[in-house]
């Protein structure tokens, strides 16, 4: 195309000339053009695409739903008020297995057995030329008993041999292990030593100012402490009794039987069923050793 500035131009002196364009120079600049085109677009489709902007009128509902009828396509759904939530369901908790609960335990004390002390010359003896100490038993069993409440105990079951040293003269009592003990036997002191601590000695009867005294706890884990009937008077004469007489002969057979040892008053022995007037009895460390005593010497 001809621009028409450059057809007319007037020069200095007032003449007016006619430039014609040759054929290469008759052309549109394609550069300009496709820039006009792209910001075109930019602007007539482009940019109200990218912000929104509806040029023309939306279709009617009901014409866009008959044209898509029309043509087969599902019609698109009409928006609607969210559903109402489901009533929330009600947490249920989920079940849950608890190991079952050990056995109650019950703890059986046997009456002390005096097996060493110590004389007030630093002396020490054996046995029963140590004397008897009965007052002890009343301070000690009862406390030991407790041991089915100790958590060590839970479960277990056998025999616990404890030592009782007594010190008059500093009025302390210590427990300590005895021989024969099982793998729980650490724990279970440990629950002894708590429950004879502070006990008082000032009411107890000796001869001596210290004493070692042998118990045995018997743990049954198949008993119900609470259930279990207490022992009656005659079970307890039946199973243990002290020496009446100050000095009670044990043979090895009834009448005219070996001297095994001689008891002096107080001391404890276990006891079985009576033969003719005699008992067999259980007498020494841990009622470790056997003999015969005559009914008398007990008191029946």
Avoid at 1 to 15: D, Q, Y
Avoid at 178 to 183: E, P, R, S, T
Avoid at 274 to 292: E, H, I, L
């Amino acid at each position: 195309m001809v621009n028409p500035a450059t057809m007319f131009s007037r020069r200095a002196e007032g003449r007016l000339e006619v430039q014609v364009p040759t054929a290469a120079q008759d052309h549109p600049s394609w550069t300009k053009v496709g820039v006009l085109a792209a910001l075109g677009f930019l602007v007539g489709i482009a940019w109200p695409r990218l912000v929104g902007v509806r040029l023309g009128p939306a279709i009617p509902a009901d014409i866009a739903s008959a044209m898509a009828s029309a043509s087969g396509a599902p019609p698109a759904p009409e928006p609607s008020s969210p559903p109402p939530s489901a009533p929330a369901m009600a947490a249920v908790p989920a079940a849950t297995t608890t190991a079952p609960a050990p056995p109650p335990v019950r703890a059986t004390v046997s009456h002390g057995v005096v097996f060493a002390c110590r004389t007030a010359d630093g002396d020490t003896q054996k046995g029963s030329d140590c004397g008897a100490l009965p007052g002890l038993d009343g301070l000690v069993m009862p406390r030991l008993r407790k041991l089915a409440e100790c958590p060590a105990a839970a479960g277990a079951a056998g025999k616990l041999h404890l030592v009782a040293h007594s010190d008059f003269g500093r009025g302390t009592l210590f427990m300590d292990l005895g021989k024969g003990n099982g793998a729980s036997a650490e724990a279970l002191l440990a629950c002894a030593r708590a429950d004879v601590a502070g006990v008082a000695l000032a009411g107890v009867t000796h001869d001596n100012p210290r004493y070692s005294v042998a118990y045995t706890v018997t743990l049954d884990a198949g008993g119900d402490a609470a259930a279990a009937p207490a022992p009656s008077s005659s079970d307890t004469a039946s199973d243990t009794a002290q020496i009446a007489w100050d000095v009670a002969i044990v043979r090895d057979a009834p009448k005219t039987g070996k001297v095994l040892a001689r008891l002096q008053r107080g001391a404890t022995v276990r006891v079985g069923p009576a033969k003719d007037g005699w008992y067999p009895v259980k007498f020494g460390d841990g009622f470790g050793s056997d003999g015969w005593l005559y009914r008398g010497a007990l008191g029946r």
